[in-house]
């Protein structure tokens, strides 16, 4: 032993403890310097003669391990070091030992029994995970399963160690794994005799709260496809002596107690209970009450479980009679006659009645009997009192016997609710025993508890020998006989032939045995024995060597306990009892021998009772508790010898129930009673440590040579490597995959590997730290220079500021001097200037007022001097004025007298005459004719004058008579002609005041339209503003309502996916009861349907024929409305309908230009026209009359002639069919004549058009050429009248001629008959004219488009601007973004090339469909015209002859329906959906069974037959459940019908005529609709049938994916050389683990993805549902692989952290490349992630913790909590997560409100969405291949 060699050094209080060696060991020494771990020296003796040095630590790597045979040096300090490690630092409770799970209880519960640590544990290999109890269950069902061979669980330990916790638990993981496939739940009723058995059986001791007082072995059967088919318990050795005795702080069985705590129910009034304090078999321990145990709720968990074992209600109150009438026993009140030798009880007892009451038993024998024996000798029989003592023995008995008794009945009637007539495959058995105890009292229940735990570990003793011999032989290594402890001379010592059994049950034979002659026999016959000794100080005591340690025995109470008597005329009046339960308990054994044999033969291995019923008969005719106890045990062994064994030792860490409190006495001690230590010996024996060749090459090759490692052979490197560095061959053997190692020899290589790792770490360090130094002192040195550098300039900088200081104040000096004599100076200036300036003012003043008085002197001289020139000026004017006066009078005078003179010459009278004849002449001509009117006038005036006299003289005689006749009305005639005459003003009035009120009319007509003009605009305005506050307030409205409807849209979705997930789980269920019931399915029934309310016809609908539109303009405006109805929200989710609407968008901005352009020139024109208009209004009615009537008169002519010519025509025809009705001819010249009648009359057509065409173009030309006329006279400033005079004059000239060109052409159809050629001779005389307007329209359209050119030269520069610009910005741009936007160019020009091309091909397309359906109409025409041909008959010919009119079929088109007959169904539904396969159809259009099965449907519809869509869609429903049964494993199978289904769901949404469904329907699928019938309830059938379909996809992908997972993403190395391997135990090489075990990679899982994802996209799918698939499973990987982490301590390690990152970000990768970044995959994923993330950060300080509390936000505390504990150093330089630490991480996370579990749940299932996804297609561009077999369907 060298210096700093740990060692492990014994210890009175710990038991081992640890020390270090600080001298080097020398042989011969007499003791060892050490020092412990509390830096104290101690010197440790060593035994020169046995030379047993002390043992040696393991490296601290190897601490903790999960298995102790993983050890390098196996001995006892460094099993309790490994255990206390794992329980006190790690919080482990299991540990694994070889073949042997040490759970140490931690009384305290643990989250790691939840269902999903079941799954998580289901399925793995042992080795694989941590140690726990559900690893050792499955490898049990794995192995079962594998090897079909029933095996065991062998529970065992001390009381309070765990036993029945564990044994439950294992039971519960058989339950969960092995559920039975019927609907029995049997494995409900296994979990269900738990708690009856806790009850009935279990009790409150010193060291356990809930102590199993009997052993029990439950064997679980199962069927051949290892589901659970029942189950079977045996039990051993009751405590009997229980029920009426219990220690200090001890309890009654808990039944009791359950049952007094709810005596206050109704049920429960009769039973006379009270509280457990009153009742003396209750209450002897003290406290009645356990903390943290309520009673009452665990009595009705006890009523429950009977309830579901099937113990009817009868027998539940018969069995809480007799627990309460045992209460009442144990009260009764005995009182002593005669000094104690005769006893009574008294009738008047409360107990006694209750006790007779409550069992049915008459009281006054009970009462008699209780008190009294009979005595029964060869001649008579004696009746006996009792003493006191007596009675109580015989009343205590019989309460042990009534509750013995009720236990065996228990037990059986579980074990018939429990046994099935199912033939039993295999089983495996949980084998709950008492481990060995000591006390210091040891009476006749430990004897046997030691007895049968001796029985176990010669058992256990000979299964591990024999596993390691079978692994020695498998690997080919040279085994030797390992010496280990063989216990049978111990075993035989107890159940030999005159062993202790024995000689009890001979004792207990002698009529007057006692336990002390038993004893003497005892020391008579075994003192020689090995394994017995007598005490010293005793002679009643024998002590017993076994194999965990001497046991003391105490004789007293052997023989009463191994007899067990009752007195037989108790149990007779039991047998006598009113109540059938009660009689049929005490029964005799031959009379239950039937119902027992009952219970057999199903069982490969024969099934007995181990606790057979007592008869109730005399002593010497029954077996003893001891014979009995001996045979059950030898049945026990025989069933564990006949199985595989696997074993579970319960510890008890500390004997005060403390939570994780570790008692390294009282473990040792248990170590060595259970076995532990001796499997442990057992491995240190031979080869305990073992490696695989590839695990030690990737440990070791550090310490391997280069030229080694060259080497392919990894098993040859390893030989060469350990024969050079262990030298000793008897060290280490190689075996065919292993290589076995001696104890130490691995932690030998440990620390030759970390010698090289330290010294290599030395070398880097060297290396390192130099290099830091360099790099130190380099910085020191350029720090230096650059302080030399700032000081030295600092120096600089100071001396150059103190000489600029200097001169500075040289300069202020200067200045401020000159600055005081300049401010002297200015003083003194200042005050001069100031004398100079009032002096100055002061004589400008006088100077001023001189001048002054000299101007005004000049003003006033001024004036007077301009009055007297003015005065002067007018005197000269007057005098001048008054000479020209008289000067110009003589000159007029003079020229007057000339003028007389003038005037008196003939000359001038001439020139005055000479215009005067002419009006002379004029006058004498007006006065001529005013002669002539005057005489004229004269003339009928003075006939007027005479018909008025004569008229007057008639009046005036017809006054007179009037006169005469009616004298009386002379009055009336006055006031009658005023009357009139009033009249007659009023007249005039009126006409006045109608001239006024026209006038105001007229004014207020003009003044209201006027108004109306403003208040037109003004209503424009107003609409306008209303426009732009309905916008704005619809912007505002839209963002308030866009932000609640998120937020509302956010909340019902939550409540949604809640609702969905619940909805979803209802569906799971019912798919798994519809599976039970599979039987039944046929016979169910789909929902019906009802029909629509709709009246409209089908065949109406039908009847229309479809356009065809090959419009491209068509086309977007479809898709801009597609867009408008569904709302820009999915508009954006297109990027192709998003780059049409763009495109279309610039194109509306061009057309947008172009007619803003031609709306300008309009408006010219329109200004120019408007003069125009003025001139043509007058003519324009007359126009068009003569148009018009130009127009009638043509066509009723040419009417007549048509008609004319018509009727000979056929009356010719008729002629000629009578004369020639027999030839043959007939039909040809008939055929002829029509289409010449026809050829004519289309001819006659063209003519007619082609007259009124250029009859037209004239009165173009003659209204443009008046037109030009009216524009050239607008050129003047007047409009005069004479021009409208003209146009009308003009107007009336060319209706005149119009109408002669009529005539003549009238004249000409007279002379012409078919009046063709007059009308083409007036045509072409117009030539002229038409040609000329086309020339006219030619360049307009010519300017046109030169406009257009004009237009596209703008847009084409205004793109070259933008373009520039961009150009301009990319150059500013850095060359990443450069490259990026070159990028996003390309693709927008890709882009849009390609929808232009795509736009193309669509038109080409179109086109291509319209020529070919119009192809098929003309084909199918000639078919039917020949075929009509070839078949009329000789009458209907001449029908048709003689018909006037020929009318056409129509054909129609392929309306998108299918016509099937309803016999045809099965065969439909077998080739589309049975018999289907998924590549038949791969070629084709997707979903194509749905579209087929809709077209079916719809014309099921169409011919309103409710019971063939009724048929049809229940025949599909159950078709396809049927291949999904048949296909339940085949992914492509149940994704192609995933597809199909939703697809014809979409298909019945899209088409039900719901609006909501309709919105992205073209009119041609809105013609697809169903007319008739409502298929809402079918869409539900068809949603739930989706729901199951995807459930079960996602079950066989997570099926395929799940043993990929751990294997892949943990242990795959995917960096190769990263992770390292450390040493494992036992359980990496368990049986476990099936040969050929094959690992997969992370590619393996991509690959399998990759296919899940082509099958999906191929098949269909819709991308939502691949999206919310891959969710899943992805989720899926993260739980399976976080629950593997949590589960597993070998994988929680730095460099798996790093693998796992490695691998994730792959996985992540690949989510990008299929553009499922958004499907929330990745965010699954984020748990795992931070738990990778956590391995990889620093765990020391407290600001560790808060990074790591603040990173892992995904991991709940239990989880981070529970990686801390399981984080593992690979190499001993990382360092171990302190303990500090994982407290200071909890204190941290103690805000948090995590969920308890540990484990994700990785069945959990989100819940799916079905989004409605309408289909493109039409249903009549569908082709049935002919692959499908579909003949038989007929297309409509």
Known sequence: MQEYTRVWIPDPDEVW?????????????????????????????????????????????????????????????????????????????????????????????????????????????????????????????????????????????????GKTVSAKYAMRFFATVGGSASETNIEAKVLASSPIMEAIGNAKTTRNDNSSRFGKYIQIGFDKRYHIIGANMRTYLLEKSRVVFQAEDERNYHIFYQLCASASLPEFKDLGLTCAEDFFYASQGGDTSINGVDDADDFKKTRHAFTLLGVKESHQTAIFRIIAAILHLGNLEIQAERDGEACSISSEDEHLNNFCGLLGLERSQMQHWLCHRKLVTTAETYVKNMSVQQVVNAKNALAKHIYAQLFNWIVQHINKALHTTVKQHSFIGVLDIYGFETFEVNSFEQFCINYANEKLQQQFNSHVFKLEQEEYVKEGIPWTLIDFYDNQPCIDLIEAKLGILDLLDEECKVPKGTDQNWAQKLYDRHTSSQHFQKPRMSNTSFIVLHFADKVEYQSEGFLEKNRDTVYEEQINILKASKYQMVADLFQDEKDAAPTASMAKGTSKISVRSARPVIKAANKEHKKTVGHQFRNSLHLLMETLNATTPHYVRCIKPNDEKLPFKFDPKRVVQQLRACGVLETIRISAAGFPSRWSYHDFFNRYCVLMKKRDLSKNDKKQICQTLLEDLIKDPDKFQFGRTKIFFRAGQV??????????????????????????????????????????????????????????????????QKQYRMLQILRAFQRVRNATITIQAFARGMFVRRIYHKILAEHKAIILQKYACGWLARARFHRIRRATIVLQCYYRRMKARQKLKALKIEARSVQHLKKLNIGMENKVVQLQRKIDEQNKEYKLLNEQLSMLTSAHSSEVEKLKKELVQYQQSHRGDGNQLVSLQEEMEHLQLELEKAHDERKVVEDSYVKEKDLLRKRISDLEEENALLKQEKEELNSRILCQSEDEFARNTVEENIQMKKELEEERSRYQNLIKEYSSLEQRYDNLRDEMQAPGHRRNPSNQSSLESDSNYPSISTSETGD???????????????????????????????????????????????????????????????????????????????????????????????????????????????????????????????????????????????????QQKETGKSMEGTSNASWPNSDKHTDQ???????????????????????????????????????????EAQLQDERREHEEEIEALKNEVDAMREELEKQQQAFLQTLQLSPEALVEFGLQQEITRLTNENLDLKELLEKLEKNEKKLKKQLKIYMKRVQDFEVSQATVPAEERQHERNRQVAVQRKEKDFQGMLEYYKEDEPLLIRNLITDLKPQAVSATVPCLPAYILYMCIRHADYINDDQKVHSLLTSTINGIKKVLRKHNDDFQMTSFWLANTCRLLHCLKQYSGDAGFMTQNTPKQNEHCLKNFDLTEYRQVLSHLSIQIYQQLIKIAEGILQPMIVSAVLENESIQGLSGVKPMGYRNRSSSMADGDSSYNLDAIIRQLNTFHGIMCDQGLDPEIVQQVFKQLFYMINAVALNNLLLRKDVCSWSTGMQLRFNISQ????????????????????????????????????????????????????????????????????????????????????????PPQLLLDFKHMFPVLFPFNPSSITMDSIHLPASLNLEFLNKV
């Open 17 to 161: 403890r640890s020390a270090e060696i600080i001298k080097d060991y020398k042989e011969g020494d007499k003791s060892l310097h050490l020092k412990l771990e509390d830096e104290t020296l101690y010197e440790y003796p060593i035994d020169l003669q046995g030379n047993e040095l002390p043992f040696l630590r393991n490296p601290d790597i190897l601490v903790g391990e999960n298995d102790l045979t993983a050890l390098s040096y196996l001995h006892e300090p460094a099993v309790l070091h490994n255990l206390k490690v794992r329980f006190l630092e790690s919080n482990h409770i299991y540990t694994y030992c070889g073949i042997v799970l040490v759970a140490i209880n931690p009384y305290e519960q643990l989250p790691i029994y939840e269902q999903d640590v079941i799954y998580a544990y289901s399925g793995q290999n042992m080795g694989d995970m941590d140690p726990h109890i559900f690893a050792v269950a499955e490898e049990a069902y794995e192995q079962m399963a594998r090897d079909e061979k029933n095996q065991s669980i062998i529970v065992s330990g001390e009381s309070g160690a």
């Open 747 to 812: 932690a030998y290589l440990e620390k030759l590997r970390a010698d090289k790792f330290r010294a290599a770490t030395i070398m880097i360090q060297k290396t390192v730290r130099g290099w830091l130094q360099r790099i130190k002192y380099q910085r020191l040195r350029q720090a230096a220079i650059v302080i030399q550098r700032y000081t030295r300039g600092h120096l600089a900088r100071r001396l150059a500021e103190h000489l600029r200081r200097t001169r500075a104040a040289i300069i202020f």
């Open 1116 to 1262: 977007t405006e479809d898709v801009i409305q597609q867009v408008e109805e569904v709302g820009m929200e999915k508009a954006a989710m297109d990027m192709t309908l998003f780059l049409k609407l763009q495109k279309r968008v610039r194109e509306l901005e061009q057309e947008r230009k172009k007619l803003q352009t031609q709306l300008e020139k309009k408006e010219q024109e329109r200004k120019k026209s408007q003069v125009i208009e003025m001139k043509t209004e007058v003519t324009s009615d007359r126009e068009d009359f003569a148009y018009n009537s130009l127009k009638r008169q043509e066509l009723e002519s040419e009417n007549k002639k048509l008609k004319n010519e018509l009727n000979e025509l056929r009356k010719a025809i008729a002629d000629q069919a009578t004369q020639n009705n027999s030839s043959n001819d007939i039909q040809d010249s008939y055929n002829l004549l029509l289409n010449q009648l026809k050829s004519a009359n289309e001819e006659l057509e063209v003519r007619k058009e082609e007259v009124l065409i250029l009859r037209s173009q004239i009165m173009k030309a003659a």
């Open 1289 to 1331: 004059e003009d107007a009336i000239e060319a209706y005149q001629g119009m109408c002669e060109t009529n005539r003549k052409t009238e004249d000409w159809g007279y002379l012409n008959e078919d009046g063709e050629l007059g009308l083409a001779y007036q045509g072409l005389k117009q030539v002229a004219r038409l040609l």
């Open 1707 to 1794: 996985l992540e990768e690949w989510l990008r490349g299929k553009n499922l970044q958004q499907s929330g995959a990745a965010q699954t994923l984020e748990p795992l992630i931070q738990a990778a993330q956590l391995l990889q950060l620093k765990k020391k300080t407290s600001e560790d913790a808060e990074a790591i509390c603040s990173l892992c936000t995904s991991l709940t505390t239990q989880q981070i909590v529970k990686i801390l504990n399981l984080y593992t150093p690979v190499n001993e330089f990382e360092e171990r997560v302190t303990v500090a630490f994982i407290r200071d991480i909890q204190t941290h996370l103690q805000e948090r409100n995590d």
